[in-house]
């Protein structure tokens, strides 16, 4: 009988469907809680997910790039997922428009505001050169933070790291912040979610409200553009 | 369903296309994101398909970085060694950034009848 069990499970763990079918299931788990505290941002659903995940996989020492053969098709809908950002944002894009000058003057200010504060953090705490490097992109969607981290001599899969950390703090930690600095405007919140916390903290701004949402999404795109032009720029001011 | 998916694949490979043409290092699926909201703009309103499966799509938007997340695991030794620092910058970080970036953004906005207002809880 165990024998048998363990053949299934041989079997099962090789195929994709396990890996696929596992993060959903973490997913409708950490959904079903978020639910059930009201959408309250220190149960998301992302974070759920990830730590039943993980638990998971170390106790039957599964490796990662085999739960991925079966994740990746939950990873490659991100690409479509971004694209269909556009509608949102097209729906608002009357708001977009009457406060475009905030949104400027935000996004500068913002994206100087997400590399400096992080490696100067860093930096005062002692951190490695190669670490102050990976960090300078962390508040930019990942596959742009990992094109500039390796432009300017950083660790590409550090960085990555540090930009899902900063989505996760961003989406869960969020809500409070802006509440302490009493912004109430859904635009203004949504700016600051999509610069700080990227895709992770847009998926969040969604939950809440449509226009904090679309602005979130509008910020995000910015932001990678801006870091991308910014971070370049500040490592020769710097050196 | 099928044909707004279609869309959504068509925007993103033309990007993607785009973005390798053109040598700039920008992921493809922003590009597509402008594609797309350039087209939306030019047909001057959102088809009824669309606005369904975009929506149905962005509703469990948390779901697709899941996986990217459960990734995390395998770098985290890279992180232990200088977690002090790290964490500080991540936590300290994103939270000063999106409060100073929220601050300036409303001190630059015109007050907007409909959007906003109401402080959102924490729940």
Redesign the interface.
């Known amino acids: 009988m165990e024998g048998e069990l363990h053949q299934i499970w041989v079997y099962l763990s090789t195929t994709p469907l396990l890996g696929l079918t596992l993060?959903?299931c973490?997913?409708v788990l950490g959904?079903y809680l978020y639910r059930k505290?009201?959408?309250?941002?220190l149960v998301?659903?992302?974070?759920i997910?990830?730590l039943v995940?993980?638990s998971l996989?170390?106790a039957s020492d599964t490796p990662?790039s085999r739960?991925?053969e079966g994740?990746?098709f939950?990873?490659f809908?991100?690409?479509?997922?971004?694209?269909?950002?556009?509608?949102?944002?097209?729906?608002q894009?009357h708001?977009v428009r009457?406060?475009a000058?905030?949104?400027v003057?935000?996004l500068v200010?913002?994206s100087l505001?997400?590399v400096l504060?992080?490696?100067?953090?860093?930096?005062?705490?002692?951190?490695?050169r190669a670490?102050l490097l990976s960090?300078a992109p962390?508040?930019v969607?990942?596959?742009?933070a990992m094109?500039i981290a390796e432009?300017i001599g950083g660790?590409p899969?550090?960085t990555?790291?540090?930009v899902?950390?900063?989505?996760?703090?961003?989406a869960v930690?969020?809500?409070?912040?802006?509440?302490?600095?009493r912004?109430?405007?859904?635009?203004?919140?949504g700016?600051?979610?999509g610069?700080?916390?990227h895709?992770?903290g847009?998926?969040?701004a969604?939950t809440?409200?449509e226009?904090a949402?679309a602005f979130s999404?509008l910020a995000m795109?910015l932001n990678?553009?801006a870091t991308?032009i910014l971070v370049p720029i500040l490592m020769v001011l710097l050196n | 369903m099928i044909e707004s998916l279609t869309l959504l694949l068509v925007c993103q490979l033309a990007g993607e296309a785009i973005a390798r043409a053109s040598g700039v290092p920008f992921p493809g699926p922003v590009i597509g994101m402008a594609i797309l909201f350039i087209g939306l703009m030019i047909r001057g309103s959102v088809p009824e398909p669309l606005q369904h499966t975009t929506r149905s799509i962005l509703d469990h938007l948390s779901l697709l970085f899941v996986p990217a997340g459960v990734g995390v695991m395998i770098y985290l030794p890279l992180v232990a060694d200088e977690w002090l620092p790290i964490a500080s910058a991540i936590i300290i970080g994103t939270l000063v950034t999106m409060a100073a970036t929220a601050w300036v953004m409303n001190l630059f906005l015109k007050p907007s009848g409909d959007s906003g207002e109401q402080p959102e809880k924490p729940k």
Do not use: E
């Not at chain 1, 969607?141 to 742009?144: A, C, E, G, H």
């Open positions: 993060t959903l973490a997913y959904y505290c009201r959408f309250n941002p998301n659903p992302v974070l997910a990830v995940l993980v996989l170390i990662y739960y991925f994740a990746q939950v990873h809908m991100l690409g479509p997922a971004t694209v269909a950002l556009a509608v949102p944002l097209y729906r894009f708001h009457r406060s000058t905030a949104v003057v935000a200010f913002g505001t997400a504060s992080a490696v100067g953090i860093a930096w005062l705490l002692g951190a490695s670490t960090m962390k508040s969607t990942t596959p742009v094109g432009q660790l899969s550090l990555a790291v540090l899902i950390l900063s989505g996760i703090t961003g930690l969020g809500t409070y912040t802006l509440n302490l600095v912004v109430k405007d859904w635009r203004a919140r700016i600051a979610m610069i700080a916390a895709g992770i847009t998926a969040r969604f809440v409200n226009v949402g999404s795109g990678a553009l991308a």
